[in-house]
């Protein structure tokens, strides 16, 4: 066995461990990855990684999983990267399987779920502070504080899935217009591959023709989770703004009660947030029987993931030269703000269907301040709404 493949198998060992204990999100991913990968391994240097985290801050898709993916493209290439990406998925999909397969069969027996009753105002709480956290990161000026709130109200008023990239395309064209204000760097000429964003329109577009034609359920869940993965920009907390007004808005594929027990167990789970697609594309199935619900949730998981990754593998070559133009790097301030109003508006939709009561409120408020002003991990909070879920 040669010392590159030696050194391969290490890293995919490295990217499991960091799979089954990284809780927190995008930004607490980033902190582990310098721990583990930068300062313990040497496999780059921290600046590297810094920009590696700024393109796919840039790009569509899962941050924190585009980051991972795209030093595995580094390291060995398309066939390591795609290893990564699975190494680092496949337990919070599992985990959020097992969890949707569970629900459905405690409804299919008619058993109970109050135990979960504290959870669904906990995951308000959650998203509160992913908005309040994302607003502080992101909103540096009056013109992204502007956009943030129009956002916010257009998303939560209008609750449609085709408003959000509209949204985004008109926020990042408000700030691009600043370009002057970035300093000017000498640029060369950027040499194109567009084998990786031809694979991605091919998908798109096959995706798309089969659901509409056939109007079979697993193309379209597997097509509207590669649409939504080809718009989302800024993480997990951006995401549940479109799943919730798309899957139980607008399509009524959940519950409101389903979606918000969801995303409050996968808080819980290590890796990467938007394995809470695999819960959704799970229940959506459901009607197909457990194998059905296994199919939705790779269908889902495969559909919210690949976009990020074909992206990440067609812009990474061109990189460098891109983030030299200052229109690019100006447009990201309107792309960012409009993504902090997208979870504030995720709070507010969130926050309608639960029933107003003192147990809620409390829950809310208390999750909310647990996590702003203790270090008490996440899974130890919903384990405990839980427990408190069982007792009363």
């Not at 840039?58 to 991972?68: E, K, V």
């Not at 502007?146 to 395309?169: E, N, R």
Request: aromatic share 16%; glycine share 8%; with cysteine.
């Amino acid at each position: 066995m040669t010392i590159k493949r030696i050194r391969y198998i290490i890293f995919l060992r490295d990217v499991f461990i960091l799979s089954i204990s990284a809780f927190g999100g995008p930004q607490v991913h980033f902190a582990l990855f310098i721990k583990h990968l930068v300062t313990k391994r040497g496999y780059l240097t921290e600046n590297e990684l810094i920009e590696l985290n700024a393109l796919c801050n840039f790009l569509p898709g899962p941050t924190s999983t585009q980051t991972i993916t795209a030093l595995g493209f580094r390291l060995g290439g398309p066939g390591l990267a795609y290893l990564t990406l699975l190494v680092w998925v496949f337990p919070a999909m599992s985990v959020m399987t097992a969890f949707a397969i569970l629900i459905s069969h405690f409804q299919a027996s008619e058993i109970s779920i109050g135990f979960t009753r504290f959870i669904q105002p906990m995951a308000v709480g959650f998203i509160s502070y992913a908005s309040l956290v994302i607003t502080r990161k992101v909103v540096k000026s009056y013109e992204g504080a502007g956009i943030m709130i129009i956002s916010a109200i257009a998303c939560y008023m209008l609750k449609s899935p085709y408003v959000f990239p509209v949204i985004m395309f008109v926020s990042a064209s408000i700030t691009a217009i600043k370009f002057k204000s970035q300093p000017v760097e000498e640029k060369d000429r950027l040499k194109i591959d567009w084998s990786n964003f031809l694979l991605w329109a091919g998908v798109f577009i096959l995706a798309a023709l089969l659901g509409h034609f056939t109007k079979a359920l697993p193309f379209r869940i597997f097509e509207n989770f590669y649409r939504n993965g080809s718009l989302i920009f800024g993480g997990g907390q951006v995401l549940i703004p479109l799943l919730y007004t798309e899957f139980v808005e607008f399509k009524k594929y959940l519950s409101s009660e389903e979606f918000l027990t969801g995303y409050a167990a996968v808080q819980a789970v290590p890796g990467p947030v938007f394995s809470f697609t695999s819960y959704i594309g799970a229940l959506s199935m459901r009607e197909y029987g457990e194998s059905g619900e296994i199919l939705g949730s790779i269908l889902a998981t495969a559909g919210i993931f690949l976009p990020g990754t074909f992206f990440i593998f067609f812009v990474i070559r061109f990189w460098e030269g891109l983030k030299k133009y200052r229109v690019i790097r100006a447009s990201l301030e309107g792309i960012s703000a409009a993504s902090a109003g997208m979870v504030i508006a995720a709070a507010f939709l969130m926050f309608d269907p639960v029933e107003a009561n003192l147990p809620n409120t409390f829950m809310i408020i208390g999750s909310f301040m647990l996590l702003m002003y203790t270090r008490i991990p996440p899974p130890f909070i919903i384990l405990a709404g839980l427990l408190a879920g069982l007792l009363f």
